[in-house]
């Protein structure tokens, strides 16, 4: 009997990187120590990748859908209903969700001073999340209002109630030092006029009760930012995975929307870092692993995703596992190049793990391992960028002996060496097919 064969993607969140003059005009991929990395590149067949396609800085949640075979132009409705299903938030037709941000508003000029109020926020965040959560809106009595801790700054935020839309703009300035933005319609519709009504309205008893909660006067008295605002951010629907018909945001084209197994024909488990990833794997109809220790921050405990990782696709169960990694992502934001340089040598000791326990499976299964990212996020900008990503294909097998394999000229696991592969470069959409190829080829 032909082994059952299996596919782990592994994506490296913020992967890709720019010439940093402090690293001899190097990128930080290029100075880490990735012996295994290089090892399945050596063996496998590697390439540059646009996550949705040349030029788009893309955000992560595009990049997924495009990555995973559904069209963001099509598909896409915004990330919050994504943070706030990966948050617990149960979401239905009709309702609208924000992925948002705990921040630092001065009332009185009207600036958001900070837009994260503090980037450690876990003691802190599920006991505001719960005195702002069921919050009446004196003007809209049909609607509630309900919100959930997600991670780090960030909560989701979701609103039912009859005639909403999410063709509306949010409240969120992208940058520090600017003014609170008001929400408006995004469309000249009745719908959109009220729902932006509403937002506002909620965004001004959202600073009511965080003004006067006793966290934030303690916080005052420290002299740290109160987090007395939240940012309303990426309003969207939900996406239905059951094959019922959606309204495309866009062009209000009739959609269906299928699972990732009716697409690819894989059974599939997702371990996610944050919300607004596993809220998206859900929307996919993957089954979402939680992980103990993976709190997809600087602390997160990357052996614990390899081994939850390893045991899930050895079983019988799945056939794909998708296995995201966000702490460097965090680096480039934070603009730290040595923690970027550091989280990408914790990896590979994580992947060398992998590709060992792989290769020991009794037979039954052929595995195949994908490494890659879904943007760059340069520690030079200190945010998402237009630069493609490294990609290899390649199996355990081949990364431990290259000779059994039908590798290209790549030694070196990283984005210059990874111009030179066999397979060009590519858009995230082509993704999934190269790797089914790849599967049934090699």
Not at 58 to 80: F, Q, W
Not at 172 to 184: E, H, M, Q, R, V
Not at 235 to 254: L, P, R, Y
Request: charged share 25%.
């Amino acid at each position: 009997m032909a082994p059952r064969q299996k596919l782990l993607l592994v994506l490296i969140d913020g992967l890709g990187d720019v010439a940093i003059p402090q690293l001899d005009y190097k990128t930080p991929l290029q100075v880490a120590n990735t012996p295994w990395l290089d090892k399945l590149a050596a063996g496998g067949k590697n390439g540059l990748m646009d996550s949705v396609e040349p030029g788009l800085a893309c955000g992560s949640d595009t990049a997924h859908m495009s990555i995973l075979g559904y069209n963001p132009r099509k598909y896409y409705r915004g990330r919050g209903a994504f943070e706030t299903m990966g948050a617990g938030l149960e979401m239905i037709p009709g309702d609208i969700a924000f992925k948002s941000n705990f921040a630092y508003l001065d009332k009185e000029s009207g600036i958001v001073i900070s837009r994260r109020a503090d980037r450690h926020f876990e003691g802190l965040g599920p006991t505001l999340c719960d005195a702002l959560d069921g919050v009446k809106l004196p003007s809209f009595p049909e609607h509630t209002v309900a919100v959930k801790y997600a991670t780090e700054h960030r909560c989701g935020v979701r609103v039912r109630g009859p005639r909403l839309t999410d063709t509306i703009t949010g409240t969120d300035p992208l940058k520090d030092n600017l003014p609170l933005i008001k929400c408006a319609p995004a469309e000249d519709t009745e719908a959109a006029r009220m729902t932006s009504k509403l937002i506002n309205e909620l965004s001004d008893v959202f600073y009511q009760v965080l003004t006067k909660h006793p966290i934030n006067d303690d916080r005052k008295k420290a002299g740290k930012n109160p987090a007395n605002c939240i940012l309303l951010r990426g309003c969207g629907s939900c996406i239905d995975v059951n094959n019922i018909k959606q309204t495309n945001k866009m062009n209000h084209e009739i959609l269906q929307v299928p699972s990732i197994e009716k697409l690819h024909g894989f059974k599939s488990f997702l371990i996610a870092p944050t919300c607004i990833i596993a809220g998206l794997g859900m929307t996919a109809g993957m089954d979402i692993l939680p992980v103990e220790g993976a709190t997809g921050d600087y602390f997160t405990n990357f052996q614990a995703k390899g081994d939850a990782a390893v045991k899930n696709l050895t079983g019988s169960k799945y056939d794909f596992g998708f296995l995201h990694i966000k702490a460097v992502d965090d680096a480039g934001h934070d603009r730290n190049i040595d923690y970027k340089i550091k989280f990408l040598e914790e990896i590979d000791i994580m992947m060398g793990d992998i590709i060992q326990r792989l290769n020991q499976d009794d037979g039954e299964n052929e595995y195949t391992i994908i490494v890659t990212s879904d943007h760059s996020t340069p520690a030079l900008y200190g945010d998402h960028s237009c630069e493609p990503v490294p990609f290899c294909i390649s199996r355990p097998k081949y990364a431990l002996d290259p000779s059994f394999g039908n590798g290209d000229v790549v030694t070196k696991y990283e984005e210059v060496e990874a111009a030179r592969g066999s397979l060009g470069r590519f858009c995230g959409s082509q993704l999934m097919s190269i790797a089914k190829s790849y599967m049934t080829k090699n």
